[in-house]
């Protein structure tokens, strides 16, 4: 697995899927030209540009590329990595038929080739530490995930933190793991009581 600091920017759920079990990293899906409308995410990505950097991996369609463009439109181009897959014809198993052009997508990649195209792309694996990572139940402890009052709670934490409130508790934890070490999300859960 390889531990990546800046915030994976992709099209759609499948492709973060895919994702998810070579990287660890911050994954934001786009869901596809949904971006457009969705001012609160192009938000929430610009800043993760400005604060950490990010990659984006879309696919090699006319989309992906017009997907591509609309987020990279605006940010610094040193605060960007593009990674490109290769075009390769098939279809994903998961569909009955393939893409409107014929390609494969991010998802349909062999993990091995998607490991490549970060390597080449100078994408810098960080160090797997070790510290203790924040758990769901560390979340439902806190109260914020499985608990009454868990929506209010999130929430606010959502709030304090400044992310949007689209967030899904699974990303909340991503997120959290890659920004804070369980002691600072303790320290901070006691700040708000």
């Given at each position: 697995?390889?531990?990546?600091?800046?915030?994976?920017?992709?099209?759609?759920?499948?492709?973060?899927?895919?994702?998810?079990?070579?990287?660890?990293?911050?994954?934001?899906?786009?869901?596809?030209?949904?971006?457009?409308?969705?001012?609160?995410k192009l938000d929430f990505i610009r800043r993760l540009?400005?604060?950490?950097?990010?990659?984006?991996?879309?696919?090699s369609d006319h989309s992906g590329f017009q997907i591509r463009s609309y987020i990279a439109n605006g940010i610094p181009a040193e605060r960007i990595k593009h990674i490109y897959i290769p075009d390769i014809?098939?279809?994903?198993?998961r569909k009955a038929a393939p893409s409107k052009e014929g390609k494969l997508g991010v998802d349909?990649?062999?993990d091995s080739l998607l490991i490549s195209l970060f390597e080449k792309a100078g994408v810098e694996a960080m160090a797997v530490d070790n510290k203790e990572r924040i758990s769901n139940y560390d979340l439902?402890?806190?109260?914020?995930?499985?608990a009454p009052?868990?929506?209010?709670?999130?929430?606010?934490?959502?709030?304090?933190?400044?992310?949007?409130e689209f967030?899904?508790?699974?990303?909340?934890?991503?997120?959290?793991?890659?920004?804070?070490?369980?002691e600072e999300f303790f320290e901070m859960q006691n700040e708000q009581l």
């Open positions: 697995m390889i531990k990546v600091k800046e915030a994976v920017i992709v099209e759609g759920r499948y492709d973060k899927i895919k994702l998810s079990n070579i990287l660890d990293a911050f994954i934001v899906e786009t869901n596809g030209f949904q971006i457009y409308k969705d001012k609160e540009a400005k604060e950490q950097g990010i990659i984006i991996l879309t696919d014809a098939g279809k994903e198993k349909g990649m062999e439902y402890a806190a109260g914020i995930s499985g009052n868990a929506k209010q709670k999130k929430k606010e934490l959502l709030g304090k933190l400044s992310l949007p967030l899904s508790t699974n990303s909340l934890l991503t997120y959290l793991n890659a920004n804070y070490t369980k």
